[in-house]
């Protein structure tokens, strides 16, 4: 079990416990890539986890824990109001009609169900910093042809590039669709890097957190 690790996902499982006062029984995770994810949340919050990714490339080990199976973000196979909270990472920013996948993921949502949604920052400076199983060649690499892609003017998802949403982008499209939508990516950030708080404090207080922060993260309720 310990290929299914994942510090990150355990600490956002923390933030979701304290911020969603209803009892999570089912969750759904939207683009679960390989499963370990689902699997995580599966075990911290003690629910039934379903994953769904375009791809079948699951880790035999997280299967285990969660219901993982391909599927399509824009025409999920579920009834409505079936799941008490959905989580989807860094996943939206790779599908054709994100507004579409959000909707679908309303309808599936209950009544009283909550949301966690983060995509990597369009206005980010650097990205893929914090990256597993990355090297730091390739790390290298993506950002330039990032910086390409933006003095070309091509810097967006539609143009085949990783580069999610800026956060006013990101809420705009919560917003049409769900009731409440909060800002998470302080409170991410300041979880994620708890033994730097002297650093994460002066990225909030300064005027450069839009660009620093590589990812942007919401969550709220239907």
Avoid at 4 to 17: N, P, Q, S, Y
Avoid at 206 to 214: E, K, Q, V
Wanted: proline share 2%.
């Amino acid at each position: 079990m310990s290929n299914l690790a994942d510090g990150k996902t355990e600490k956002v499982a923390a933030i979701i416990r304290s911020t969603h006062t209803q009892e999570i029984k089912r969750l759904l995770v939207v683009g679960c890539g390989k499963g370990i994810e689902a699997a995580i949340l599966a075990q911290q919050l003690d629910a039934e986890v379903t994953g769904i990714d375009i791809k079948d490339e699951f880790d035999p080990v997280a299967k285990q824990f969660a219901d993982l199976r391909t599927g399509d973000a824009t025409r999920l196979e579920f009834a409505n109001e079936t799941f008490d909270y959905i989580f989807s990472y860094h996943a939206l920013e790779h599908i054709d009609d994100p507004k579409l996948a959000l909707r679908e993921m309303h309808r599936v949502l209950k009544n009283d169900g909550g949301f966690w949604i983060g995509t990597p920052n369009r206005s980010r400076i650097v990205g893929y910093i914090g990256g597993k199983e990355t090297s730091l060649s390739d790390k290298i690499r993506w950002n330039v042809t990032d910086w390409r892609m933006r003095l070309t003017g091509k810097f967006r998802n539609e143009f085949g590039a990783h580069a999610g949403f800026t956060s006013d982008e990101l809420d705009g499209l919560l917003s049409e669709i769900f009731s409440n939508v909060n800002s998470a990516t302080d409170q991410y950030f300041s979880t994620i890097y708890a033994n730097h708080p002297a650093m994460i404090k002066a990225i909030q207080g300064s005027r450069l957190s839009g660009t620093i922060y590589p990812s942007v993260y919401f969550l709220g309720t239907k």
